[in-house]
């Protein structure tokens, strides 16, 4: 077989890989829209939705600890099949299950337990199974495979709240059937697909034991962590803060709805895109630690603006920027750790995406609990979530000032 005719065989399989950061984007961004709608509608309190976003990304963060254990025992090609199956159910079932079980609440626990499933698998599989594919430029399809999960969510809110506007809130369901063919028909594109096995190569020097007694892993660790946490703390509360500021100045909740999404979450999902497609020519020109500092001071006067302002227009400003901050923390931490670790290898980088799992289920979490022990505010959660940019602007200060000292 050609390359040529090689590269022809695995198109299909390299467009599925593109569209499982599209679905995992959108089992991450959708369910945040309607938050507020799950709060009136149910009589759900906001303490209590918040437990799902704790859900979510506390089942992806036990399935990736699970999966980089016994990924190598298991078929790829059934495993990515499974993910997006989970995925499908997991939207499918939001606009059923609330309804059909005597407790809504349970209903959206089941539905966001099925959709983390399928999201935390296709965190794990996806890139081994687009490196596996045979291209040229293997290193610029990984770039873009992971730009795909920004648009992906600018995609998923852009779409979903212009459909809102023009059908009404009240079709959210039939909403959520249409987001659920997606993963559906990428089912069936990955059973014709090619799906090749990647090798498991265990690195010696790079295993889990040797990590955890090397104290920049742990610093990394640290990192990862308020990286995530900086990104979804903001992105998980954009659409309900921005429906909400646009509500207090008496605008009507349709179009508080429509410009509050348009001003929150699609503005941080964009600014995001940017920061992440500009971020190769950033490493090649400044110093990566300093952009990433500089980048948490950003983040936190950010998360200020949209905390303490008294104008909605300037908080949702704050609320878009803040994407722009945060885009280079998760690809730039896992930079510098290859770059700086001495053990690099396979259990480094599963390691950091577990701790940046964690970091995503802290950060919403923290702004959810203290919103609701403040009144239901969500301006004091984000007053709160300024600590987490500041403790990581230190963080990397002190890392510059120990390479520094130890150059």
Not at 212 to 228: E, N, P, Q, S, Y
Request: hydrophobic letters at 55%.
């Amino acid at each position: 077989m050609t390359p040529q005719i090689a590269k022809d065989k695995y198109k299909m399989t390299r467009f599925a890989c593109y569209m499982c950061f599209i679905i995992q984007a959108l089992i991450i961004n959708f369910p945040p829209i309607l938050f507020l709608h799950f709060s009136t509608t149910y009589g759900i309190e906001i303490s209590r939705i918040t437990f799902l976003v704790i859900i979510n990304f506390a089942c992806q963060f036990c399935l990736d600890m699970l999966s980089a254990i016994f990924a190598k025992h298991i078929n790829y090609k059934v495993m990515v099949t499974t993910s997006n199956i989970f995925a499908a159910l997991g939207l499918a079932s939001f606009a059923f299950l609330p309804d059909i079980l005597p407790d809504p609440y349970v209903g959206l626990i089941i539905a966001t337990l099925l959709s983390a499933i399928g999201s935390g698998l296709i965190e794990v599989i996806a890139n081994p199974i687009m490196q596996s594919c045979p291209k040229p430029k293997k290193d610029f399809s990984m770039g873009f495979l992971h730009s795909f999960y920004c648009w992906g969510a600018l995609g998923v809110v852009l779409i979903s709240t212009l459909l809102l506007l023009w059908t009404g809130v009240g079709s959210w369901k039939l909403l959520a059937l249409m987001w659920a063919v997606i993963p559906a028909a990428n089912t069936v594109i990955f059973l014709i697909a090619p799906v090749n096995q990647p090798s498991a190569e265990m690195e010696e020097t790079s295993s889990l034991s040797k990590l955890v007694k090397t104290k920049a892993f742990w610093l990394f660790i640290f990192i990862m962590i308020l990286g995530g946490a900086c990104e979804q703390g903001m992105a998980q509360w954009a659409s309900a803060f921005a429906e909400t500021a646009l509500t207090e100045i008496n605008i009507a909740p349709e179009s508080a709805k429509l410009f509050g999404d348009l001003l929150g979450p699609c503005s941080f999902a964009l600014t995001m895109a940017l920061s992440r497609m500009i971020y190769p020519k950033v490493c090649e020109k400044y110093d990566l630690r300093r952009v990433m500092m500089l980048s948490s001071v950003l983040c936190a006067i950010c998360y200020a603006v949209a905390a303490i302002t008294q104008n909605p227009f300037v908080s949702l400003i704050g609320c878009g920027i803040c994407g722009f901050s945060v885009g280079i923390m998760w690809p730039g931490t896992l930079d510098l750790a290859g770059k700086t670790c001495t053990f690099v290898g396979t259990a480094l980088f599963a390691m950091l995406s577990l701790a940046g799992d964690l970091g995503c289920l802290t950060g919403p979490a923290l702004v959810g609990f203290t919103a609701d022990l403040l009144g239901g505010s969500l301006k004091a959660g984000m007053t709160a979530a300024i600590a987490l940019p500041t403790a990581l602007a230190i963080i990397l200060l002190f890392f510059k000032a120990k390479k520094q000292e130890n150059k």
